[in-house]
């Protein structure tokens, strides 16, 4: 990835395996193929997902897939340690010691069958992480060719400046949507935009389709009528309004189903009107915007 993600939508992983849907390996190839054929090739992984297992599912269903290698992106992350039936460790906990991250990228590459990541993250900023011990071995990973870019996932703007001493951020993959707007007045989006950092969204549905509760009606009301205007579905205005940030802001979607993941390509086309977007923040928030 060289300026920015080749897809806008990126398709998260963590709902393939043991942690979600179970895909069988054929069920899991013809997604990936699926995700291809509408233009999303960006994928999202984590060490942690399925207990350790959704990635070599993943490698196995690329690997029997026609895909080629240069065609498609493949994102991980490593550093939460989480007590699983591969990995029993005591407590979880969090290792950005450089032998855990060599191991942790080595054992990605291995599990997805591919000579490279395209972007590695820290998944969690850990209290222990020190930036003289963790800058080394990237560089050395990045020198290898085993990682073409680093990033961070969850990372306050403090805590990238941190990081930034002993090695160069280009993605922070955080929690931002439009019922979780923390990032868009805490610094954290202003910062990534001045420094130039990619932005990933997880979960960018928030808690919209989840929770039943007076913020999902006001914003409910709100993008009731503004379907009718933009001739589009809830979900993708939802997208629509994240697309618009000038950080560009690249959403992971972590469903299985193919409608919508086709309905979240269809969202990028969607120009929202700078007063419908303030709308649908204020629905957000409950009170004018100050």
Same mark, same amino acid.
């Given at each position: 990835?060289?300026?920015?993600?080749?897809?806008?939508?990126?398709?998260?992983?963590?709902?393939?395996?043991?942690?979600?849907?179970?895909?069988?390996?054929?069920?899991?190839?013809?997604?990936?193929?699926?995700?291809?054929?509408?233009?999303?090739?960006?994928?999202?992984?984590?060490?942690?997902?399925?207990?350790?297992?959704?990635?070599?599912?993943?490698?196995?269903?690329?690997?029997?897939?026609?895909?080629?290698?240069?065609?498609?992106?493949?994102?991980?992350?490593?550093?939460?340690?989480?007590?699983?039936?591969?990995?029993?460790?005591?407590?979880?906990? =969090?290792?950005?010691?450089?032998?855990?991250? *060599?191991?942790?990228?080595?054992?990605? !590459?291995? #599990? +997805?069958?591919?000579? %490279?990541?395209?972007?590695?993250?820290?998944?969690?900023?850990?209290?222990?992480?020190?930036?003289?011990?963790?800058?080394?071995?990237?560089?050395?990973?990045?020198?290898?060719?085993?990682?073409?870019?680093?990033?961070?996932?969850?990372?306050?703007?403090?805590?990238?400046?941190?990081?930034?001493?002993?090695?160069?951020?280009?993605?922070?993959?955080?929690?931002?949507?439009?019922?979780?707007?923390?990032?868009?007045?805490?610094?954290?989006?202003?910062?990534?935009?001045?420094?130039?950092?990619?932005?990933?969204?997880?979960?960018?549905?928030?808690? =919209?389709?989840?929770?039943?509760?007076?913020? *999902?009606?006001?914003?409910?009301?709100? !993008?009731? #009528? +503004?379907?009718?205007? %933009?001739?589009?579905?809830?979900?993708?205005?939802?997208?629509?309004?994240?697309?618009?940030?000038?950080?560009?802001?690249?959403?992971?979607?972590?469903?299985?189903?193919?409608?919508?993941?086709?309905?979240?390509?269809?969202?990028?086309?969607?120009?929202?009107?700078?007063?419908?977007?303030?709308?649908?923040?204020?629905?957000?928030?409950?009170?004018?915007?100050?």
């Amino acid at each position: 990835m060289n300026k920015e993600l080749a897809s806008n939508i990126i398709s998260g992983t963590m709902t393939w395996g043991k942690w979600g849907i179970g895909l069988s390996t054929h069920k899991m190839q013809e997604l990936i193929e699926y995700n291809l054929e509408i233009g999303i090739n960006s994928f999202d992984h984590a060490d942690i997902y399925g207990g350790y297992t959704t990635e070599s599912e993943f490698g196995k269903a690329l690997q029997l897939s026609s895909i080629q290698r240069e065609n498609i992106k493949l994102i991980s992350k490593c550093g939460i340690q989480y007590p699983s039936d591969l990995r029993p460790v005591k407590v979880k906990h =969090y290792d950005y010691s450089a032998k855990h991250i *060599r191991y942790s990228v080595e054992n990605t !590459l291995r #599990n +997805l069958k591919t000579e %490279y990541i395209d972007v590695f993250l820290l998944h969690r900023p850990s209290p222990l992480m020190n930036p003289d011990e963790i800058g080394p071995v990237i560089s050395d990973l990045v020198n290898e060719g085993k990682i073409l870019e680093f990033g961070v996932s969850n990372f306050t703007k403090h805590q990238i400046e941190l990081l930034s001493v002993s090695t160069n951020i280009k993605h922070n993959q955080i929690e931002c949507s439009l019922t979780h707007t923390d990032s868009f007045s805490n610094g954290t989006l202003d910062y990534c935009q001045l420094k130039k950092i990619n932005v990933m969204a997880w979960s960018p549905l928030g808690s =919209y389709f989840k929770v039943l509760d007076k913020k *999902r009606a006001r914003i409910n009301s709100v !993008l009731e #009528n +503004l379907s009718q205007k %933009y001739s589009c579905n809830e979900d993708q205005l939802i997208l629509a309004w994240l697309f618009k940030h000038p950080s560009g802001i690249n959403p992971v979607v972590g469903t299985t189903k193919k409608e919508r993941l086709l309905s979240s390509v269809k969202a990028k086309f969607i120009n929202l009107e700078t007063t419908d977007w303030f709308e649908i923040l204020e629905a957000s928030w409950g009170e004018r915007i100050p």
